[in-house]
């Protein structure tokens, strides 16, 4: 049985609470580079950032195709997609207000683009496919999305 079809806003709303995401994007050679990020969902869409100089924004520079995922192996979300690159974070301040208010903790500020001066590049995701699932229940919690 295939697995059932779900919205891209039933995707975005299991997005949007997620702490911290993992990013895969490609090295020069094509091997898979992950790294964990954080990022706001706002206006349906995920928003991630970073500086220029990282080997995520090299790599995106480069190929912007990404997988990015939740934390969880309980309760599954993989999108993938492309990242595309907005600029500096000051040019959008509703998503900069959205991190703010989704990190909210004092320990946390020092890593946000309103406190970090390093960061200069925010990254709108732009989904391809998406699955989901809940481990607990594998075969009748799939759900796929597809562009």
């Given at each position: 049985m295939a697995p059932a079809t779900i919205s891209w806003d039933e995707v975005a709303h299991r997005l949007a609470p997620a702490r911290s995401y993992w990013l895969v994007t490609t090295d020069p050679s094509g091997a898979p580079h992950a790294v964990p990020v954080w990022g706001a969902v706002v206006d349906g869409a995920l928003h991630c950032y970073t500086s220029r100089n990282t080997v995520k924004s090299?790599?995106?520079?480069r190929d912007p195709r990404v997988t990015i995922h939740l934390e969880s192996a309980e309760h599954v979300v993989i999108v993938d997609g492309t990242f595309e690159p907005l600029g500096p974070p000051s040019d959008h301040p509703a998503v900069v207000r959205e991190l703010d208010q989704k990190y909210p903790d004092p320990d946390d500020a020092v890593y946000l683009?309103?406190?970090?001066?390093?960061?200069?590049?925010?990254?709108?995701?732009?989904?391809?496919?998406a699955r989901l699932w809940d481990l607990s229940d594998f075969e009748s919690s799939q759900r796929r999305w597809h562009a």
């Open positions: 090299r790599n995106l520079a683009p309103s406190n970090d001066p390093s960061v200069d590049v925010l990254y709108r995701l732009v989904p391809r496919r």
